[in-house]
């Protein structure tokens, strides 16, 4: 464990077999299937969520979603495992009640990690060890990535909402330890258990509102949910610099605060939000669920995110410590990868899904979109007070135009998928106004306006709002509802890892660049290590004459490190904008069954309050 060598954390925290899917009956013809030959095997075995208790079917290759079918007697290992998706679609008044405690969930995920963001070096001071507080986050982010590739399956075989409570209680007890702890090293552990029940929340809120809502409707209420995510990201700091800044141990409401949130969400997730039960008894259960798949994900994918995380930071990209973690850990995932083609019968992530252009595309560029939206949370705040001279409070409000444009950008693209019913113009458009506004970015130094740090800024949440949303409207159109929630989860999990990757790079290109300017001034290693982690830590230490001349190298050493970063960014985008040409296709979204299942599900509300007002 150590610090981070840019010191720039400081600078931030300061301030059912069913019928073929649109992209199955038409778009695969717009080129070859990837990996057909080897991945053929899990289109039939790998299935959807188990059977569940209303009168949803058992699956079958040759029916739709809710058709009636005779299963035979199964003799292998798939006996009473024939699975089902949990399709759901309900009243609209009910999609509300659900709706809002799906957006409780999604903004107790997200306040939980901006709120520490801002506080982490508070809380270092506070313990006694403020050159280990980047675990803190890293224990986190760690368990919590890798929990995104699990709760999919999960949640097919025991449900949504019975995994949600398990997440949300995991959450619970994690944040009461957090809140608990006399150490970095307990809080540290305390915040990767946390990680594992706050990594599936995010992920089952978008699913049980993919289950309740049809395809081309989801677009209003996922890009609500966007919202959501930004509008945590806006004021989380502000509400975790408040929290933590009133007495020495005022952070630990930081993670008490939770507690009653926590408590409130399961209370909206009890009573509002209805439970499709999965048949099946619970040893049934155990034998679908793949435990040498999650071994492996977890083993393989933390040490690689383990690896990323110290490159350019803890050791050097070349040293022995970064290269055996991310050779253990590539080996791992490549067994992770061969055990989920020839092991389970209900693996984790399902190889069949990458015949999809669409899938492939998705994940491609949300891993882009993960580098460059955390890219600029770490970054832009720092930019400005470096290179403008801002106070942490006013670098932190420039990152209030990006927030508010993805708000409204994240809302407006939503309800133009479900308006015109196509996601690929949003899509676009939102690559091309973040590749132009990071660009734009990189040209800023000190006599630019405020004007034009406003505008670029508009630019990039425009950007931001218009990526997300409609990408998960693409991605869960590009495969069958019974493999929904997998392809979701796996999304999710790339943008993590590229939100990992980017902000170890980042910091790598600003190191080196630092490091190599900062050369010329003859620094000791223990001097060049505390310049580069905490910079005014050093520069108080020293003479005013040594400071200002350290100061006429530092500035500029920062300003072309951010520069750089900005047209790496730049360039992604652009890349992204490519790949979403190529590999995401726009296909219908309005799928031939939905009326029959609104219908249903209309009936079955009557049903329930017929029997509420007869009892």
């Known amino acids: 464990?150590?610090?981070?060598?840019?010191?720039?954390?400081?600078?931030?925290?300061?301030?059912?077999?069913?019928?073929?899917?649109?992209?199955?009956?038409?778009?695969?013809?717009?080129?070859?299937?990837?990996?057909?030959?080897?991945?053929?095997?899990?289109?039939?075995?790998?299935?959807?969520?188990?059977?569940?208790?209303?009168?949803?079917?058992?699956?079958?290759?040759?029916?739709?979603?809710?058709?009636?079918?005779?299963?035979?007697?199964?003799?292998?290992?798939?006996?009473?495992?024939q699975f089902n998706e949990q399709t759901n679609y309900v009243p609209k008044r009910t999609i509300i009640t659900i709706f809002l405690a799906c957006a409780s969930v999604d903004l107790l995920a997200l306040m939980d990690q901006t709120t520490l963001a801002a506080s982490l070096y508070i809380i270092g001071n506070a313990l006694g060890s403020t050159n280990q507080v980047s675990w803190i986050a890293s224990g986190y982010f760690i368990t919590s990535t890798v929990g995104q590739l699990l709760y999919g399956r999960l949640s097919d075989i025991w449900s949504r909402k019975v995994v949600l409570l398990v997440g949300l209680a995991i959450f619970f007890i994690g944040s009461l330890a957090s809140s608990l702890a006399q150490s970095v090293l307990q809080l540290?552990?305390?915040?990767?258990?946390?990680?594992?029940?706050?990594?599936?929340?995010?992920?089952?809120?978008?699913?049980?509102?993919?289950?309740?809502?049809?395809?081309?409707?989801?677009?209003?209420?996922?890009?609500?949910?966007?919202?959501?995510?930004?509008?945590?990201?806006?004021?989380?700091?502000?509400?975790?610099g408040a929290l933590s800044s009133q007495s020495r141990d005022s952070w630990r409401w930081i993670f008490r605060l939770n507690l009653p949130l926590t408590a409130l969400t399961t209370g909206c997730v009890i009573f509002f939000m209805p439970l499709k039960k999965v048949q099946g008894d619970w040893k049934l259960k155990l034998k679908a669920v793949d435990f040498m798949g999650i071994l492996l994900a977890f083993a393989g994918m933390t040490v690689v995110i383990l690896g990323l995380t110290w490159g350019g930071r803890e050791y050097a990209w070349n040293s022995a410590h970064v290269i055996a973690t991310l050779a253990v850990g590539s080996a791992v995932s490549a067994a992770f990868v061969l055990w989920q083609w020839k092991g389970p019968r209900y693996p984790l992530v399902p190889l069949h899904i990458f015949k999809s252009k669409i899938v492939n595309g998705a994940c491609l560029?949300?891993?882009?979109?993960?580098?460059?939206?955390?890219?600029?949370?770490?970054?832009?705040?720092?930019?400005?007070?470096?290179?403008?001279?801002?106070?942490?409070?006013?670098?932190g409000a420039m990152l209030l135009p990006i927030t508010i444009l993805q708000t409204v950008s994240s809302t407006l693209s939503g309800l133009v998928v479900h308006w015109i019913g196509r996601y690929r113009e949003c899509i676009l458009f939102g690559w091309v106004c973040w590749a132009v506004g990071l660009g734009l970015m990189s040209t800023l130094d000190e006599s630019t306006g405020?004007?034009?740090?406003?505008?670029?800024?508009?630019?990039?949440?425009?950007?931001?709002?218009?990526?997300?949303?409609?990408?998960?409207?693409?991605?869960?159109?590009?495969?069958?509802?019974?493999?929904?929630?997998?392809?979701t989860s796996f999304r999710n999990f790339v943008r993590n890892l590229g939100s990992t990757?980017?902000?170890?790079?980042?910091?790598?290109?600003?190191?080196?660049?630092?490091?190599?300017?900062?050369?010329?001034?003859?620094?000791?290693?223990?001097?060049?290590?505390?310049?580069?982690?905490?910079?005014?830590?050093?520069?108080?230490?020293?003479?005013?004459?040594?400071?200002?001349?350290?100061?006429?190298?530092?500035?500029?050493?920062?300003?072309?490190?951010?520069?750089?970063?900005?047209?790496?960014?730049?360039?992604?985008?652009?890349?992204?904008f490519v790949l979403a040409f190529v590999l995401m296709p726009q296909v219908e979204l309005s799928r031939p069954d939905d009326a029959k299942l609104k219908e249903e599900g209309r009936k079955a509300e009557e049903e329930k309050r017929q029997k509420k007002s007869s009892a």
């Open 1 to 81: 464990m150590g610090q981070d060598p840019s010191g720039l954390r400081v600078l931030v925290n300061s301030h059912k077999g069913c019928n073929l899917s649109p992209i199955d009956q038409g778009a695969r013809k717009e080129g070859p299937r990837i990996g057909a030959g080897i991945m053929e095997k899990q289109a039939n075995a790998a299935a959807g969520p188990l059977v569940t208790d209303d009168d949803s079917p058992r699956r079958s290759s040759s029916t739709t979603p809710n058709a009636s079918v005779d299963v035979p007697p199964a003799t292998d290992k798939a006996a009473a495992h």
């Open 501 to 576: 990757l980017g902000l170890a790079v980042s910091g790598t290109i600003i190191n080196n660049i630092l490091a190599h300017d900062l050369a010329s001034l003859g620094l000791d290693s223990s001097e060049s290590k505390t310049l580069l982690s905490n910079p005014q830590t050093f520069l108080a230490s020293v003479s005013p004459e040594e400071a200002e001349r350290v100061r006429g190298i530092l500035i500029p050493a920062y300003r072309q490190g951010f520069r750089l970063i900005f047209i790496v960014g730049a360039s992604l985008a652009a890349l992204a």
């Open 365 to 395: 560029t949300m891993a882009i979109n993960g580098w460059n939206f955390v890219m600029q949370v770490y970054y832009v705040p720092s930019f400005y007070q470096l290179v403008y001279g801002y106070s942490a409070t006013k670098s």
């Open 450 to 487: 405020v004007d034009k740090q406003i505008g670029y800024a508009i630019l990039i949440g425009i950007g931001v709002g218009n990526t997300l949303q409609p990408a998960l409207i693409a991605t869960q159109a590009g495969v069958e509802r019974r493999d929904m929630a997998v392809v």
């Open 188 to 240: 540290t552990i305390f915040r990767a258990f946390t990680g594992v029940g706050g990594g599936g929340l995010m992920t089952v809120a978008q699913l049980i509102v993919s289950d309740v809502v049809p395809l081309r409707e989801r677009g209003k209420y996922q890009g609500i949910l966007g919202a959501v995510v930004a509008i945590a990201n806006g004021i989380g700091p502000v509400v975790g």
